[in-house]
Each structure stands twice: as structure tokens, then as C-alpha cells.
């Protein structure tokens, strides 16, 4: 019948497509994990990238990081519960929304340039761990706030009136809906962290340097990043370098991977 | 029996005079007025769509979170303008269950603790007897009080409306308004139920929607009924049941109409 | 309270423009419409051109073309996982899709210079990195992103779609088709989502498009879309000066596209349903 050919030939092409971006994605771990020594995570590079480790990239990612989840995961939260429950006339909710999924759609080389012109120069931080993170949170901001007001908005309303209903004023009533929608506020704040973490283009621009010979001693000291790491050996440096890239590249896998398993296991959790 | 005397001994926890009510431009509710008397169980029935449940939820003020409704007329609470009170301090002496249950997720104890928590009512100690309290006068303490820390959302759907009943009641309210609240249940959860709201109606009053005539009969002392917005008849239970004085009464509760 | 927080979200976005205006402001004097008109990007000269067209339609190529592969083959893999696959089936590939859909971009960038550059020297291309390179590895990057935003749509077709034709006696596929019919503002919705993000994605284009300002001829010619030469430029550029001014230019070209489609998607086609059905 027409029903079973449609049927297998969707079932081959759904599992071709997995086995092989499956295969894809893998290429580079297994390419990578045999580099995977103390070593290799505690070493500077050295000759030319040909030997060492990239211990300043981890650390640099590891700061970066830090200071993208201080500054955006508080505001994006807020900005999502604001969104959620207390924008209230309905232009109002539909002109902020707009604005937020615009800007979780502008493409990072233009938040770079942003950056760039903001926060180097404007602002005179350089190019700089610090210049870095305000550049991604700024990015990750609308991400984490628009996830967050959708999972609050996805919450019943028969909850918000049990707790009026009882004499809740409103703030005991928003903190009810976050107490509610809370797995999928965490699961938006790690994912957008995860986002961040491999996000590319505007830290190349704003605070990167490709081979660091010591850790930054400053915020306004530029750092060396996995993900610009990758590109900076791939695109720079000649081929007996090139191991240097599948180790960073595997590791930022297994990192990611991690994130979207603990994701995977929360919202399991509860439900 | 004098009628006229006995009206007037009783105490009015609620007068609504004169209300009516819009959605945007779709009138719900036409120019209603009754009494709501003290420690009885008063029972508002009508077809769907006929306006009960808009009636009830002006009693909390609980509709004025639509955007676009809107009242003319005035309700009193003991004798005070609702309008001009503030609606956090109304509900706190006003409780309310819902169609269907909507417990809090959290545990059964947190649950029935949250009013005395947030009014401030009761100090560590104090709390679990009243979380106890509460759930036996919603004769429920006797299938949880082993596990009172268990999530809400592992009751059946009976044991969750009892425990929003338990939660209304912790907060120790003058009132505790219904809607439809057995709709939802199975009949023998139902049964449980109305003998339990039989039972609070000593301490409290109660105010009840329903759509099943049966149970508005079975329970309640003062009846109510409306039809497309307008209160058609209201007064004591045993009298518009058994000699109404409107015709569409006499319809519904003989199942012509609704 | 409300309106103070309004604001300042709003006046992020507006500062972002702002920012990207103002910089490209003296390009715009000095160089003019000529950016849009003309396709000589040659900003290093003596005698510097800045015209941005064959980028923007090197941008607008690999868009399209990646389109129409990602777009196909995320519907199939969709519709297998909604109609056909079985309890477990439709769990991996949810599971897999979302851990692949987090890969980083630079990541794929890695895979379409050592992995497939070599491939594509293989079949006879004259350079590892060109379009058909940056197709491929674009596809790997989009493709989960695509399944997860398809899936959502076809499931938000209510059930009752899909029952009535099959009680009607239809075939499976007739069915599907119906579900499709039904789903049909959110897939569009969805496609222009993916359009979106292939515009904006920098890293895999950089890492492996070729980085030739030209029409490509073949699938084998190397591209330089738009996002990638604002990459690849901005580090070596001097600040202040005029190229440095047509970059921003070419930043704020993105932003520009970038914000209208997103703004039309979210007006016309999400809330355009009640507007296009009545």
C-alpha cells in the first residue's frame, strides 16, 4: 500500500539523516578525546601552537562564563516574569515580545560590531574579558526572558486564581507561577548559558586573543576562549596544530552535551 | 409561621443590590439582587451560559482581572461596600473552590499552610494544628495525615478538591464560595463532599454554583435561580422547589428547560 | 514600574540600532547608494570600492539554497516522527535533535574544514571551501533546529484534523497532508525562522564558505556572504576609518533584513491566522 512505501522511505531517510550528523558530530570528539591528558588541560601553548595545552582557553571560557551567568541569568529571569505578569495591556505584551524575538534573532557578528563599538570604545573597556560578557549578555538576555515568560505564561491560570482567591496579593502570586514553571526556567537558563558558551563571532571582535602566554590578571584583560581557539588554529595556524582544535572541539562537545543531558534529566525529573 | 420574622432575625453576610455586568459589550448579568444569609448553605443554579458562575466570582471580586469587565451596582460584605475595599483583604475572609481542582504544586501541608503562611496567621507551632484542623474539617486528615509532605498532584481528583476546601478553610474565612465544585468528581466523591459542606456550614457560609439540580435541592437552604442573567427566583430552598413562583423556574427544576 | 521596564527593554533594541547607524553614518555619506548598486567590494585599494551587492546576494544564494535542503528534509524527518515513529523512535529523536541542535557553530565550522573541505576535493571541486561545502555544513548545523520547529508546528495541528480524514477512510498520507494543510501558517512561520537564522550564522560561513566576493557559477565557487566579511575583516580593519564605517554599514544591512523579517514573521504570519482564516 502507498502508506507503507511513505512510511519506510521517511523511516530511511529519518535514520540516514541521524546515523550520519550523528557520525558528523562525532567526528571530532573521538578525533579529539585521544588528546585528552592532564597535560592538555593544564599546559599553556607553545611552539606555535604545536604542543602544550589550552589551559588559557579553559580558564578563559570558564571567566567568561561566570560573568555571563551573573549578569544575564538574574535579568533575563526578572525581564521573563515581567513579560509574563505584569506587562499587562495586550500591545504592550505583543511590543515587548516583538522586540525580544527580534533581538534573539539578530545575527552575532552584529552584536559583535555592537560590542565593539560600545563597549571597546565607547565605554574605553578594550578588548576585554569585560567587554566580552556584557557583548553575550546582552545577547542571552532576550534569550533567557523570552523562554522563561513562555514557560510562565504556559502555566495554568487556575493557579494564579487559587492564589488570589486565597488573599495572595500580587507578588505571592507571581512567585506561586515561578514556583510552578520552575524546571523550565532552569532548563532556559541553562540552555541559554549553553548558547553562549559556543557563541563565536562576537567575542572574536570584542575580546579574544589567540595565543595567550599568561591568564588575564584583569577585567580589562583580553582572554584566549575554546571556541575562538578552534577557529584561530583551524584558520591560522598550520596543519601539526590542527590537534590542538579537535581537543578543544571535543571537549566543548562533551561540556555541551552535559548541559542539554542535565536538562534532559530535569524536566524528566518532574514530570 | 411568619416568614417576614424569621428573615429578619437572620444576620446578611452579603447584599447584592441593583448589579449588573458586562463583558466588552455583552451584558452577563441583569440587575440582580439577593442576601446571602449567615451559616447556610446558599445555592445558585441555572442552564450554562446563564450567568452563576460571573455571579459568584463577583462575590471575591475575582473578575475584575478581566480586562474588559465591567459592573454597575453594589455589593456588601457585612454591611461594607466591596468597591471600596481592598480585594487582597476581601479574599482573606472570603475563600473560594474551584471547577476543578487546582492545588498548589507543592506538598499537602504547604498547601493547606500557604493562607495562614502569607496572612501571617500562625507561628511554627501553631501551624501544623491548624493545617490538621483543616484538613479534618475537610475529612480528609484521616487518608493523608501519614503523608503530609507528599506532592498534592499524587491525590485523586476527589482527595485534591477536598484539600482545596481543607486550604480554603485554613484561613479560617467567613465565606466559602463553590463553583460547581463537584463537576469534576465521580458520584461517590460528590456525595462526600456535599455531607461535607453540610457539615461547615455550622462555622461557615457557604455560597454554591451548581448545574445539577438534585444537588442544590439536596443541600442548600436558600436557592437561587438564573436564566440568561437575570435572577428569576430566589428564597428558601423548600418553598422555590416546591411552589415556585416563576414559570421558568418551574420549567428548569422539571427538566423542560437547561 | 511597568512602563520604566518597557523602556528600557525597547531602548536596548533601539540603542543596538542606534549604535550600528552611527557608525556606518560616514560611510553612508561618503560611499552612498553605491553600496547597495554595486558589487565591487575592494576596501583595501588605494582607490576603495564598497559595494555590497554580490555579497548580499552570495547571503541570499547560500539562504536560499540551504532553504530548500534543510526545509525538505526536516519535514520528512518531521512527519516520520509525528505520523509514523513509535513511542521510543519519537523520543531519540527528540533527545538527539536538541543535544545535536546545541553543537556550536564554530564546531560545524571544524567539521566542514577538515571533514568535508577533503570531500569536496574528493568529487572534484577546485577548492575545499566553497558554496556546496557551506550548503552541507549549514544543513548539519540547521537541520535539528529545523525538525524540532516543524515537529512543533505539525503538533500543534489539533488531533482532530488528522482523525476526521482518517475516518473518512483516507490513507495515512492523505492525513499527513491534511495536518500540513492545517499547520500551514506555522510552517511558513517556521521556514522564515530558519531562513532568519541561516542569514545571521557567521562561524560555519567564515570557516568554509571560500571567502571569494563573486557570483558563484557552480556549487564549487568559493562565496563571501555578508556575515563573513564583516567577521573576517572587522579584526584587521583601523578603527575609525572608512572601512571600518562600511563594515558597521554592512552590519546594520543585516540587522535591518534581520529585524524586518522577524518583525513581518511575528505580526503577519503568527497572529495572521485570525487575519487569513477569519
Known amino acids: 500500500m502507498a502508506d507503507r512505501i511513505a512510511s519506510s522511505l521517511l523511516k530511511l531517510l529519518t535514520y540516514i539523516v541521524f546515523v550520519i550528523s550523528t557520525a558528523v558530530i562525532l567526528f571530532p570528539v573521538f578525533k579529539g578525546i585521544r588528546y585528552f591528558n592532564p597535560t592538555f588541560f593544564t599546559e599553556f601553548p607553545s611552539q606555535g601552537m604545536t604542543q602544550g595545552g589550552i589551559f588559557p582557553a579553559i580558564v578563559g571560557s570558564l571567566l567568561l562564563m561566570s560573568l555571563v551567568a551573573v549578569f544575564s541569568v538574574p535579568v533575563g529571569v526578572l525581564i521573563g516574569v515581567f513579560l509574563s505578569e505584569y506587562a499587562k495591556p495586550t500591545w504592550l505584551s505583543a511590543l515587548l515580545r516583538t522586540t525580544i524575538t527580534t533581538m534573539t534573532s539578530i545575527p552575532s557578528i552584529v552584536y559583535g560590531l555592537f560590542g565593539l563599538a560600545f563597549f571597546c570604545i565607547t565605554m574605553g573597556f578594550g578588548t576585554s574579558l569585560l567587554s566580552a560578557s556584557f557583548t553575550l549578555s546582552i545577547m542571552t538576555v532576550p534569550f533567557v526572558g523570552g523562554s522563561v515568560s513562555n514557560f510562565l505564561m504556559a502555566v495554568s491560570n487556575d493557579l494564579r486564581e487559587a492564589a488570589m482567591a486565597i488573599g495572595a496579593d500580587k507578588r505571592e502570586t507571581v512567585f506561586m507561577v515561578i514556583r510552578a514553571a520552575k524546571t523550565g526556567i532552569l532548563s532556559s537558563t541553562l540552555l541559554g548559558l549553553g548558547r553562549a558558551f559556543g557563541e563565536t563571532a562576537p567575542i572574536l571582535v570584542t575580546g579574544a586573543v589567540f595565543y595567550a602566554t599568561n591568564l588575564p590578571r584583569r577585567l580589562t584583560d583580553p582572554i584566549m576562549t575554546l571556541p575562538t581557539h578552534i577557529y584561530a588554529v583551524v584558520t591560522n595556524f598550520p596543519e601539526d596544530a590542527y590537534w590542538m582544535a579537535y581537543g578543544s572541539a571535543a571537549l566543548m562537545v562533551i561540556i555541551i552535551v552535559a548541559i542539554y543531558s542535565i536538562v534532559q534529566w530535569i524536566r524528566r525529573r518532574s514530570s | ?34 442576601k446571602i444569609y449567615r451559616n447556610k ?17 463577583c462575590f471575591n471580586r475575582l473578575n475584575d482581572y478581566t480586562e474588559s469587565f465591567r459592573v454597575e451596582g453594589d455589593i456588601f460584605f457585612n454591611g461594607q461596600n466591596i468597591y471600596q475595599m481592598d480585594p487582597v483583604q476581601l479574599r482573606r475572609r472570603v475563600g473560594m473552590v474551584f471547577q476543578r481542582p487546582n492545588p498548589f504544586p507543592m506538598s499537602i501541608f504547604d498547601n493547606v499552610a500557604y493562607g495562614p503562611r502569607i496572612h501571617g496567621l500562625a507561628k511554627k507551632r501553631g501551624l501544623s494544628e491548624r493545617v490538621e484542623k483543616a484538613l479534618k474539617a475537610a475529612a480528609l486528615w484521616d487518608e493523608v495525615h501519614g503523608e503530609l509532605r507528599k506532592s498534592a498532584y499524587k491525590l485523586s481528583g476527589g482527595q485534591q478538591q477536598r484539600l482545596c476546601i481543607a486550604r480554603a478553610v485554613a484561613v479560617e474565612p467567613e465565606v466559602i464560595l463553590l463553583d460547581e465544585p463537584t463537576s469534576a468528581l465521580d458520584p461517590i466523591a460528590t456525595e462526600r463532599i456535599e455531607k461535607l459542606l453540610e457539615d461547615l456550614s455550622s462555622r461557615y457560609t457557604i455560597v454554591i454554583v451548581t448545574h445539577s439540580i438534585g444537588q442544590a435541592l439536596r443541600i442548600s437552604d436558600y436557592l437561587g435561580f438564573m436564566y440568561k442573567g437575570e435572577l428569576v427566583e430566589f428564597g428558601e430552598t423548600s418553598q422555590v ?18 | 514600574m511597568v512602563v520604566l521596564v518597557s523602556i528600557c527593554v525597547i531602548a536596548a533594541l533601539i540603542g543596538i540600532f542606534a549604535m550600528l547607524i552611527h557608525e556606518s553614518l560616514p560611510a553612508l555619506k561618503k560611499i552612498g547608494w553605491e553600496f547597495i548598486a554595486s558589487g565591487a567590494w575592494y576596501p583595501t585599494y588605494e582607490d576603495a ?60 565550522g571544524l567539521i566542514g574544514v577538515l571533514l568535508i573541505g577533503p570531500l569536496m576535493l574528493k568529487i572534484g571541486a577546485w577548492t575545499p571551501f566553497n558554496l556546496l561545502n557551506a550548503v552541507v555544513s549549514l544543513t548539519v548545523l540547521t537541520l535539528p533546529y529545523a525538525i524540532s520547529l516543524i515537529i512543533e508546528s505539525l503538533q500543534s495541528v489539533s488531533r482532530d484534523l488528522r482523525e476526521a480524514a482518517l475516518a473518512l477512510g483516507s490513507s495515512k498520507i492523505r492525513a499527513s497532508a491534511m495536518a500540513i494543510r492545517g499547520a500551514k501558517h506555522e510552517m511558513l512561520y517556521a521556514l522564515v525562522l530558519i531562513v532568519n537564522r541561516v542569514l545571521g550564522e557567521t562561524m560555519v560561513v567564515l570557516m568554509v564558505a571560500g571567502g571569494a566576493v563573486m557570483l558563484p557559477r557552480s556549487l564549487f565557487d568559493p562565496i563571501r556572504p555578508l556575515t563573513a566579511a564583516i567577521a573576517s575583516e572587522v579584526g584587521e580593519v583601523e578603527l575609525g576609518s572608512l572601512h571600518y564605517s562600511a563594515l558597521f554599514l554592512a552590519g546594520a544591512v543585516l540587522l535591518v533584513i534581520s529585524a524586518v523579517i522577524t518583525v513581518t514573521a511575528e505580526t503577519f504570519i503568527r497572529r495572521g491566522k485570525r487575519w487569513l482564516t477569519g
Not at chain 2, 411568619?2 to 448589579?19: G, H, Q, R, S
Not at chain 2, 448553605?41 to 466570582?57: E, H, N
Not at chain 2, 413562583?245 to 422539571?254: I, Y
Open chain 2, 1 to 34: 409561621m411568619d416568614t417576614e420574622a424569621k428573615l429578619v432575625n437572620k444576620e446578611i453576610v452579603y447584599e447584592m443590590k441593583n448589579l449588573s455586568a458586562w463583558f466588552g459589550k455583552n451584558q452577563v448579568l441583569k440587575n440582580v439582587s439577593l
Open chain 2, 41 to 57: 448553605i446558599t445555592a445558585i443554579m441555572g442552564p450554562s451560559g446563564c450567568g452563576k458562575t460571573t455571579l459568584l466570582r
Open chain 2, 241 to 258: 422547589s416546591e411552589d415556585p413562583r416563576h414559570e421558568l423556574t418551574q420549567l428548569f427544576l422539571t427538566g423542560r428547560i437547561g
Open chain 3, 49 to 108: 570600492e564598497f559595494g555590497m551587492l554580490y555579497m548580499i546576494l552570495d547571503s541570499l544564494i547560500l539562504v536560499g539554497l540551504t532553504s530548500v535542503v534543510v526545509f525538505p528534509m526536516g519535514l520528512g524527518i518531521a512527519l516520520y516522527t509525528t505520523e509514523y515513529a513509535n513511542r521510543r523512535e519519537r523520543e531519540i529523536v527528540r533527545s538527539v535533535t536538541e543535544l545535536i541542535s546545541g553543537i556550536p557553530s564554530v564546531v560545524v
